[in-house]
Protein backbone atom coordinates (compact mmCIF):
# COMPACT_ATOMS: atom_id res chain seq x y z
CA UNK A 1 0.00 0.00 0.00
CA UNK A 2 1.60 3.14 -0.77
CA UNK A 3 0.53 6.61 -0.01
CA UNK A 4 0.16 9.38 -2.78
CA UNK A 5 0.90 13.09 -2.20
CA UNK A 6 -1.51 15.09 -0.32
CA UNK A 7 -2.68 17.50 -3.04
CA UNK A 8 -3.45 16.19 -6.54
CA UNK A 9 -0.39 15.97 -8.29
CA UNK A 10 0.64 18.87 -11.10
CA UNK A 11 1.58 17.81 -14.35
CA UNK A 12 5.47 17.00 -14.96
CA UNK A 13 5.76 18.26 -18.42
CA UNK A 14 4.40 21.79 -19.41
CA UNK A 15 4.98 24.14 -22.26
CA UNK A 16 6.73 27.08 -21.60
CA UNK A 17 4.51 30.37 -21.85
CA UNK A 18 4.82 31.74 -25.42
CA UNK A 19 6.59 34.71 -23.41
CA UNK A 20 9.31 32.52 -22.58
CA UNK A 21 10.09 30.38 -26.19
CA UNK A 22 12.89 32.91 -27.46
CA UNK A 23 14.65 31.96 -24.51
CA UNK A 24 16.79 28.77 -25.61
CA UNK A 25 17.87 26.54 -22.29
CA UNK A 26 21.19 26.61 -21.11
CA UNK A 27 23.53 24.63 -23.51
CA UNK A 28 25.08 20.87 -22.69
CA UNK A 29 27.85 21.17 -20.47
CA UNK A 30 30.80 19.23 -21.84
CA UNK A 31 30.99 15.22 -19.91
CA UNK A 32 33.13 15.61 -16.45
CA UNK A 33 36.20 13.48 -17.13
CA UNK A 34 35.31 10.08 -15.06
CA UNK A 35 37.22 8.93 -12.10
CA UNK A 36 38.61 5.30 -12.98
CA UNK A 37 40.27 3.14 -9.95
CA UNK A 38 39.17 0.07 -10.89
CA UNK A 39 40.13 -2.21 -13.77
CA UNK A 40 37.86 -5.15 -15.32
CA UNK A 41 38.62 -8.55 -13.27
CA UNK A 42 40.49 -11.02 -15.31
CA UNK A 43 37.29 -13.80 -16.02
CA UNK A 44 39.24 -16.36 -18.30
CA UNK A 45 38.24 -19.34 -16.18
CA UNK A 46 34.54 -18.81 -16.24
CA UNK A 47 34.04 -17.65 -19.90
CA UNK A 48 33.63 -21.10 -21.25
CA UNK A 49 30.73 -21.64 -18.07
CA UNK A 50 30.54 -24.89 -16.22
CA UNK A 51 26.74 -25.70 -17.33
CA UNK A 52 26.57 -25.90 -21.22
CA UNK A 53 26.04 -22.13 -21.31
CA UNK A 54 29.28 -19.48 -21.77
CA UNK A 55 29.65 -17.21 -18.79
CA UNK A 56 27.55 -19.28 -16.37
CA UNK A 57 28.68 -20.68 -13.28
CA UNK A 58 25.89 -23.05 -11.70
CA UNK A 59 26.44 -25.17 -8.52
CA UNK A 60 23.66 -27.19 -6.54
CA UNK A 61 23.65 -28.47 -2.85
CA UNK A 62 23.11 -31.18 -1.09
CA UNK A 63 19.59 -30.38 0.40
CA UNK A 64 16.84 -28.26 -1.82
CA UNK A 65 16.16 -24.77 -1.35
CA UNK A 66 15.98 -22.08 -4.33
CA UNK A 67 17.46 -21.49 -6.96
CA UNK A 68 19.55 -17.77 -6.26
CA UNK A 69 20.98 -15.94 -8.98
CA UNK A 70 23.44 -12.82 -9.23
CA UNK A 71 23.89 -11.33 -12.23
CA UNK A 72 27.01 -9.43 -13.44
CA UNK A 73 28.10 -7.54 -16.71
CA UNK A 74 24.35 -6.54 -18.36
CA UNK A 75 26.20 -3.60 -18.86
CA UNK A 76 29.62 -3.96 -20.19
CA UNK A 77 31.41 -0.93 -18.22
CA UNK A 78 29.86 -1.63 -15.44
CA UNK A 79 32.67 -4.47 -14.15
CA UNK A 80 31.98 -4.10 -10.01
CA UNK A 81 29.49 -7.12 -9.91
CA UNK A 82 31.91 -8.97 -12.22
CA UNK A 83 35.14 -8.28 -9.48
CA UNK A 84 32.47 -9.61 -6.82
CA UNK A 85 31.13 -12.53 -8.70
CA UNK A 86 35.07 -13.79 -9.62
CA UNK A 87 36.35 -13.27 -6.09
CA UNK A 88 33.89 -15.75 -4.83
CA UNK A 89 34.62 -17.82 -7.70
CA UNK A 90 38.36 -17.69 -6.74
CA UNK A 91 37.26 -18.14 -3.33
CA UNK A 92 35.46 -21.35 -3.73
CA UNK A 93 32.08 -20.56 -2.55
CA UNK A 94 29.39 -23.17 -2.82
CA UNK A 95 25.69 -23.80 -1.82
CA UNK A 96 25.14 -25.83 0.79
CA UNK A 97 21.14 -26.02 0.06
CA UNK A 98 19.32 -24.94 -3.64
CA UNK A 99 21.16 -23.71 -6.45
CA UNK A 100 23.61 -20.86 -6.69
CA UNK A 101 24.15 -19.12 -10.68
CA UNK A 102 26.69 -16.83 -10.99
CA UNK A 103 26.13 -15.17 -14.98
CA UNK A 104 28.76 -13.16 -16.62
CA UNK A 105 26.22 -11.77 -19.18
CA UNK A 106 28.28 -10.02 -21.80
CA UNK A 107 31.84 -10.30 -21.11
CA UNK A 108 32.37 -9.04 -25.40
CA UNK A 109 30.99 -5.52 -23.80
CA UNK A 110 33.67 -5.67 -20.79
CA UNK A 111 36.50 -6.42 -23.64
CA UNK A 112 35.67 -2.77 -25.31
CA UNK A 113 36.43 -1.36 -21.91
CA UNK A 114 38.69 1.42 -22.26
CA UNK A 115 39.75 3.76 -18.78
CA UNK A 116 40.64 6.60 -21.72
CA UNK A 117 36.76 6.57 -22.36
CA UNK A 118 35.13 4.43 -20.09
CA UNK A 119 31.61 4.86 -20.93
CA UNK A 120 31.87 3.37 -24.28
CA UNK A 121 31.84 -0.41 -23.38
CA UNK A 122 28.31 -0.46 -22.20
CA UNK A 123 27.17 -3.01 -24.74
CA UNK A 124 28.33 -3.89 -28.05
CA UNK A 125 25.22 -3.78 -29.96
CA UNK A 126 22.44 -2.09 -27.72
CA UNK A 127 21.69 -2.36 -24.66
CA UNK A 128 21.08 -5.66 -23.24
CA UNK A 129 19.10 -3.96 -20.28
CA UNK A 130 15.77 -3.50 -22.69
CA UNK A 131 15.55 -6.71 -24.80
CA UNK A 132 13.70 -9.13 -21.98
CA UNK A 133 10.38 -8.90 -23.03
CA UNK A 134 9.11 -12.53 -24.46
CA UNK A 135 7.84 -10.89 -27.65
CA UNK A 136 11.53 -9.23 -28.06
CA UNK A 137 13.04 -13.05 -26.85
CA UNK A 138 10.83 -15.06 -29.48
CA UNK A 139 11.20 -13.12 -32.41
CA UNK A 140 13.41 -13.14 -35.00
CA UNK A 141 15.71 -10.04 -34.33
CA UNK A 142 18.98 -10.68 -33.58
CA UNK A 143 21.94 -8.71 -32.06
CA UNK A 144 24.59 -9.75 -29.95
CA UNK A 145 22.91 -8.58 -26.92
CA UNK A 146 19.65 -10.33 -27.87
CA UNK A 147 21.36 -13.75 -28.53
CA UNK A 148 23.43 -13.49 -25.45
CA UNK A 149 19.63 -13.18 -23.63
CA UNK A 150 18.21 -16.05 -25.70
CA UNK A 151 21.20 -18.21 -24.18
CA UNK A 152 20.77 -17.26 -20.58
CA UNK A 153 16.63 -17.73 -20.65
CA UNK A 154 17.02 -21.33 -19.18
CA UNK A 155 18.91 -19.88 -16.02
CA UNK A 156 16.68 -17.07 -15.79
CA UNK A 157 13.29 -19.15 -16.34
CA UNK A 158 14.71 -21.43 -13.35
CA UNK A 159 15.76 -18.23 -10.63
CA UNK A 160 13.91 -18.09 -7.08
CA UNK A 161 15.77 -14.78 -6.30
CA UNK A 162 18.29 -12.73 -8.68
CA UNK A 163 19.82 -9.92 -8.23
CA UNK A 164 20.90 -8.13 -11.21
CA UNK A 165 24.46 -6.03 -10.43
CA UNK A 166 24.96 -2.60 -12.00
CA UNK A 167 26.32 0.45 -11.13
CA UNK A 168 25.71 4.38 -11.75
CA UNK A 169 27.44 7.01 -14.19
CA UNK A 170 26.26 9.82 -12.40
CA UNK A 171 26.49 10.40 -8.80
CA UNK A 172 23.58 9.63 -6.51
CA UNK A 173 22.76 7.33 -3.21
CA UNK A 174 23.20 3.58 -3.96
CA UNK A 175 20.09 1.76 -4.53
CA UNK A 176 17.89 -1.13 -4.77
CA UNK A 177 15.51 -1.27 -7.54
CA UNK A 178 12.51 -3.72 -7.98
CA UNK A 179 9.43 -3.63 -10.19
CA UNK A 180 6.14 -3.14 -8.02
CA UNK A 181 5.62 -7.08 -7.65
CA UNK A 182 5.10 -7.85 -3.92
CA UNK A 183 7.90 -10.57 -3.90
CA UNK A 184 10.50 -7.82 -5.73
CA UNK A 185 9.37 -5.53 -2.88
CA UNK A 186 9.95 -7.97 -0.47
CA UNK A 187 13.00 -8.82 -1.51
CA UNK A 188 14.67 -5.62 -1.90
CA UNK A 189 14.10 -4.79 2.32
CA UNK A 190 15.92 -7.84 2.94
CA UNK A 191 19.49 -7.33 0.94
CA UNK A 192 21.55 -5.47 2.78
CA UNK A 193 24.24 -2.72 2.22
CA UNK A 194 21.69 0.37 0.44
CA UNK A 195 19.54 2.21 2.41
CA UNK A 196 17.32 3.29 -0.34
CA UNK A 197 14.28 0.88 -2.04
CA UNK A 198 12.95 2.26 -5.20
CA UNK A 199 10.06 0.11 -6.57
CA UNK A 200 9.26 1.02 -9.82
CA UNK A 201 7.36 0.06 -13.28
CA UNK A 202 10.72 0.23 -15.93
CA UNK A 203 11.25 1.97 -18.56
CA UNK A 204 9.71 3.14 -21.97
CA UNK A 205 12.28 1.96 -24.24
CA UNK A 206 12.42 -1.78 -23.08
CA UNK A 207 11.98 -4.38 -21.34
CA UNK A 208 14.63 -5.11 -18.09
CA UNK A 209 15.83 -8.37 -17.04
CA UNK A 210 13.89 -7.59 -13.14
CA UNK A 211 10.84 -6.78 -15.59
CA UNK A 212 10.65 -10.21 -17.03
CA UNK A 213 7.59 -11.96 -16.58
CA UNK A 214 9.23 -14.63 -14.30
CA UNK A 215 9.55 -11.89 -11.59
CA UNK A 216 6.40 -9.51 -12.53
CA UNK A 217 3.97 -11.73 -13.25
CA UNK A 218 2.20 -13.08 -10.08
CA UNK A 219 4.41 -15.99 -9.35
CA UNK A 220 6.62 -16.53 -6.24
CA UNK A 221 9.96 -15.50 -8.07
CA UNK A 222 11.89 -12.30 -6.91
CA UNK A 223 14.36 -10.46 -9.12
CA UNK A 224 16.02 -6.71 -8.12
CA UNK A 225 18.69 -4.42 -9.22
CA UNK A 226 21.18 -3.07 -7.08
CA UNK A 227 22.98 0.27 -8.46
CA UNK A 228 25.70 -0.16 -5.60
CA UNK A 229 27.13 3.08 -6.70
CA UNK A 230 29.45 4.91 -9.40
CA UNK A 231 31.05 2.91 -11.68
CA UNK A 232 34.87 2.38 -10.93
CA UNK A 233 35.03 3.08 -7.65
CA UNK A 234 36.63 0.77 -4.33
CA UNK A 235 33.21 1.70 -2.56
CA UNK A 236 30.89 0.25 -5.17
CA UNK A 237 32.52 -3.45 -5.32
CA UNK A 238 32.36 -3.31 -1.60
CA UNK A 239 28.99 -2.42 -1.52
CA UNK A 240 28.10 -5.24 -4.26
CA UNK A 241 30.19 -7.67 -2.21
CA UNK A 242 27.65 -6.72 0.94
CA UNK A 243 24.30 -7.08 -0.94
CA UNK A 244 25.38 -10.27 -2.58
CA UNK A 245 26.72 -12.04 0.84
CA UNK A 246 23.57 -11.10 2.25
CA UNK A 247 21.64 -13.08 -0.48
CA UNK A 248 23.92 -15.80 -0.68
CA UNK A 249 25.65 -16.50 2.93
CA UNK A 250 22.85 -18.61 4.56
CA UNK A 251 22.22 -20.85 1.81
CA UNK A 252 26.28 -21.52 1.54
CA UNK A 253 27.21 -20.73 4.79
CA UNK A 254 29.26 -17.67 4.84
CA UNK A 255 28.81 -15.34 7.22
CA UNK A 256 27.20 -11.93 6.36
CA UNK A 257 29.19 -8.65 7.84
CA UNK A 258 26.15 -6.59 9.11
CA UNK A 259 24.85 -3.60 7.74
CA UNK A 260 21.55 -1.83 7.29
CA UNK A 261 18.90 -2.92 4.97
CA UNK A 262 16.69 -0.41 3.23
CA UNK A 263 15.26 2.06 5.39
CA UNK A 264 13.44 3.56 2.82
CA UNK A 265 10.93 2.42 0.32
CA UNK A 266 10.08 4.71 -2.89
CA UNK A 267 7.55 4.09 -5.20
CA UNK A 268 8.18 5.55 -8.97
CA UNK A 269 5.08 7.73 -9.71
CA UNK A 270 6.50 9.65 -13.47
CA UNK A 271 9.19 8.22 -15.92
CA UNK A 272 10.39 11.48 -17.64
CA UNK A 273 11.42 10.28 -20.95
CA UNK A 274 14.01 13.05 -23.03
CA UNK A 275 11.53 14.18 -25.98
CA UNK A 276 14.50 16.07 -27.98
CA UNK A 277 18.04 16.14 -28.35
CA UNK A 278 18.55 19.19 -25.83
CA UNK A 279 16.96 18.06 -22.56
CA UNK A 280 18.60 19.97 -20.03
CA UNK A 281 18.16 20.15 -15.97
CA UNK A 282 18.56 23.11 -14.40
CA UNK A 283 21.12 22.09 -11.75
CA UNK A 284 23.68 19.09 -11.22
CA UNK A 285 21.01 17.30 -9.63
CA UNK A 286 22.25 14.07 -8.18
CA UNK A 287 20.73 10.71 -7.39
CA UNK A 288 18.23 10.24 -4.11
CA UNK A 289 17.66 14.10 -3.98
CA UNK A 290 14.65 15.30 -2.57
CA UNK A 291 12.95 18.31 -3.78
CA UNK A 292 10.61 19.83 -1.01
CA UNK A 293 8.17 21.93 -2.71
CA UNK A 294 6.13 20.66 -5.90
CA UNK A 295 6.13 22.67 -8.80
CA UNK A 296 10.30 23.01 -8.50
CA UNK A 297 11.58 23.85 -12.01
CA UNK A 298 13.92 20.48 -12.63
CA UNK A 299 14.82 20.79 -16.44
CA UNK A 300 13.75 22.08 -20.01
CA UNK A 301 13.22 19.87 -22.64
CA UNK A 302 12.89 21.30 -26.03
CA UNK A 303 10.16 23.88 -25.20
CA UNK A 304 8.48 22.31 -22.12
CA UNK A 305 9.20 22.51 -18.55
CA UNK A 306 9.75 19.50 -16.16
CA UNK A 307 8.43 20.20 -13.02
CA UNK A 308 7.84 17.79 -9.49
CA UNK A 309 4.47 16.94 -9.35
CA UNK A 310 4.27 16.72 -5.60
CA UNK A 311 5.96 18.01 -2.36
CA UNK A 312 9.37 16.01 -1.45
CA UNK A 313 9.77 14.28 -4.57
CA UNK A 314 12.88 12.14 -4.86
CA UNK A 315 14.69 12.37 -8.29
CA UNK A 316 15.79 8.59 -9.12
CA UNK A 317 18.86 8.40 -11.47
CA UNK A 318 19.10 11.88 -13.04
CA UNK A 319 21.12 11.14 -16.55
CA UNK A 320 22.67 14.43 -16.51
CA UNK A 321 22.67 13.90 -20.67
CA UNK A 322 19.99 11.53 -22.24
CA UNK A 323 19.77 10.91 -25.56
CA UNK A 324 16.04 11.39 -27.17
CA UNK A 325 13.81 8.57 -26.12
CA UNK A 326 15.85 8.02 -23.07
CA UNK A 327 14.79 8.30 -19.59
CA UNK A 328 16.26 11.16 -18.62
CA UNK A 329 14.99 10.78 -14.98
CA UNK A 330 12.23 9.32 -12.63
CA UNK A 331 10.28 10.75 -9.94
CA UNK A 332 9.07 9.15 -6.50
CA UNK A 333 7.46 9.38 -3.23
CA UNK A 334 7.98 7.70 -0.27
CA UNK A 335 5.64 4.55 0.56
CA UNK A 336 3.73 4.51 3.26
CA UNK A 337 5.23 2.05 6.04
CA UNK A 338 5.23 -0.78 6.91
CA UNK A 339 5.60 -1.64 2.75
ZN1 LIG B 1 23.63 -0.68 -15.56
Redesign the pocket.
Known amino acids: MTCGPDETPLPVRVARPSLFLDRLPPPAQPLPRWRVDLAPPDITPWRAGNCGIPGVMHYEGRRPGPHIVCVSL??GN?FSGAIVLDRLLRMRIRPRSGRLSFIFANPEAMDLFDPRDPVRARCVEEDM?RVWSPATLAGSRSAHEIDRARMLLPVILTADRLLDL?SMLWPGDPLILSGLSAPGRQMARHVSGVETAVADQGHRSGCRLIDHPRFSDDGPAAACLLEAGQHWHDSTVARAMQAVLSLIGPCCGVPVPDAPTARRTMVVTNVVTARTGAFRFVAPFHGGQVLPARGTLVAHDGRDEIRTPYDRCMLVMPNLRPARGHTAVRFAHAARSPE
Do not use: P
Open positions: IHENH
